[in-house]
């Protein structure tokens, strides 16, 4: 939705394909909320990526009139030695972001939902904070269809074929021709590229997600943050109760590998789904009750976990944006526009070297 706002901007009869219709349930993108950070601990790299995101939501908060960033701040935890923690320190002191470092005991005590072992230290970013993802992307469907945008939802891709510097997308009822692709199709993206000879070490997996009844005058939106916590039982994150919704938690990694065209288990037919999200909650934030309800996504991995936005290394009028690991959304203002100056300019002024296809050779 993005990239179609930005190239229906410059002018470009645009058409934005979709198996299904957006914001919808059946990707990675639904749940209400994201965490956008930006000291980030995947790395330096990210960082200039995350702060022109930042900048791109804002312009569509405004040109959208809709509210769609919470400034909640983040709350990163874990040993201090760990490269997750580590980078955050050194990526905010690289680009002077205001973070503050907290041992255990200021952490519990500034939030008293949260009672942290003394072995973690927490990084507080105050200018991060929460993205209302569907409203997001409702947005920059209700501006790219202003500019012209033609969406055509429920249409499955059949093929993608390149010939003669001309495109053609088959659906199940009609061929359309253009001069130029963006393939950001998230766990099918394989294999729509398989059509293109581009085999890419793509795995996606099925992931869960859940809310709690909590203390709302511990865990409400206006008071506690997002939060991302790096721990011996795995690496969580989560949402504050906003407007009473209850507190969100989701496990980063982990999951089972999936075939996104067979039906995924519900949230619940895994015993662990459940269990781990009360395991993490009963050690580090325990003042909450009840599992309200819980939902099923899909994460697309690559080997390394970052990112693929690149053209295609023979195509050079196809974009590609794909294998965003499960950290991917907080960054898709940005990457919206990288893959229409991709597609107008062939090149982009952002740095997207560290996210070339040519990696995986």
Not at 1 to 7: D, I, P, R, S
Not at 82 to 109: A, G, M, R, W
Not at 117 to 127: L, M, V
Not at 327 to 339: E, N, R
């Amino acid at each position: 939705m993005a990239a179609g706002y930005f190239l229906s901007k410059s002018g470009k009869r645009t058409l934005l394909v979709d198996s299904f219709n957006p914001p919808h349930n059946k990707g990675s993108h639904h749940g209400e909320t994201r965490i956008i950070r930006h000291a980030y601990g995947e790395g330096e790299k990210y960082v200039p990526l995350a702060l022109k995101a930042q900048e791109l939501w804002n312009d569509l908060e405004k040109m959208s009139g809709k509210q769609l960033f919470l400034p909640t701040g983040v709350l990163n935890v874990g040993y201090e030695k760990t490269d997750f923690i580590q980078n955050i320190i050194s990526s905010s002191k690289t680009y002077s972001l205001p973070l503050e470092i907290l041992d255990s005991i200021e952490v519990n005590k500034r939030w008293p939902g949260i009672t942290l072992p003394n072995k973690y230290i927490g990084c507080f970013e105050p200018t991060s904070g929460v993205l209302k993802c569907e409203e997001c992307i409702e947005a920059y469907r209700e501006l790219a269809e202003r500019n012209g945008a033609t969406i055509l939802t429920n249409s499955r891709v059949k093929e993608l074929k390149v010939h003669d510097k001309k495109v053609s997308i088959k659906t199940d009822d009609h061929t359309f021709h253009a001069n130029a692709l963006v393939v950001s199709a998230g766990a099918w993206s394989g294999s729509l590229l398989s059509m293109l000879d581009l085999h890419l070490p793509l795995k996606p997996v099925r992931k869960t997600f859940a809310w709690f009844d909590a203390n709302e005058d511990l865990y409400n939106h206006k008071d506690f943050p997002a939060f991302s916590f790096e721990t011996t039982q795995g690496h969580y994150y989560g949402f504050p109760s906003i407007d009473g919704s209850g507190l969100k938690v989701g496990r980063h990694d982990g999951g089972e590998t999936i075939n996104p065209d067979e039906a995924i288990m519900g949230f619940g037919e895994l015993e662990k789904d459940a269990t781990e999200l009360r395991q993490f909650l009963h050690h580090y934030m325990p003042y909450t009750q009840q599992l309200k309800y819980g939902k099923t996504c899909m994460y697309t991995l690559t080997p390394d976990e970052d990112f693929i936005i690149d053209l295609h290394p023979t195509y050079l009028n196809v974009a590609i944006a794909s294998g965003f690991s499960g950290h991917g959304f907080k960054f898709s203002s940005a990457v919206g526009q990288i893959l229409s100056e991709l597609i107008i300019l062939g090149k982009t002024e952002q740095n997207i070297s560290p996210f070339s296809i040519e990696r995986f050779n």
